[in-house]
């Protein structure tokens, strides 16, 4: 196997996968199968790497969707205009305070959502109601559609 970046990267996993019990041989020509050559062996390898590098793609993709989906307060940092996110809403009627979750988006600099009779926005939703007053605390990006609905694989 030639002295490359690739070459040594092949013959460090031979040793991980000797090590984790996968392969039992340093090499090919020591290697009781006869069927196996060096490129069989560097296929296997190989193969080997590429599922490891899958699993820890997967890993981080998960970490990082999980990240994503905290919420994060109005006083820190707003989501761009209109982009559809989770509102968390605090709902004050004299001394009940209620949360509720709103599909909504930031819209000219005011919070608009999903109410029960179609969307507005909750400046306009306290206007109409002033027994209680609605307030945006929070917003969380909406996650990743299923992989079978997305329209633009």
């Not at 984790?20 to 020509?29: F, K, M, V």
């Not at 989770?86 to 919070?111: A, I, P, Q």
Request: net charge neutral; glycine share 4%.
């Amino acid at each position: 196997m030639k002295d490359t970046v690739e070459g040594r990267a092949v013959k460090i996993a031979a040793k991980v996968m000797q090590a984790a019990g996968l392969c039992r041989y340093e090499s090919a020509t020591r290697c009781r199968r006869l069927y196996t050559d060096e490129a069989t062996c560097s296929r296997c390898i190989g193969a080997w790497l590429i599922s490891k590098a899958k699993k820890e793609l997967a890993r981080e993709s998960a970490i990082e969707d999980t990240q994503s989906l905290k919420w994060i307060s109005v006083k820190d940092r707003l989501p761009e205009a209109y982009t559809d996110v989770l509102l968390l809403v605090k709902d004050t009627e004299g001394e009940e305070v209620n949360y509720w979750v709103f599909t909504g988006w930031l819209w000219d600099d005011e919070w608009a959502t999903t109410f029960c009779h179609g969307h507005k926005s909750i400046a306009k939703e306290n206007a109409e109601h002033r027994c209680c007053a609605n307030e945006v605390t929070h917003w969380m990006p909406l996650p990743k559609l299923p992989r079978e609905c997305e329209v633009n694989r």
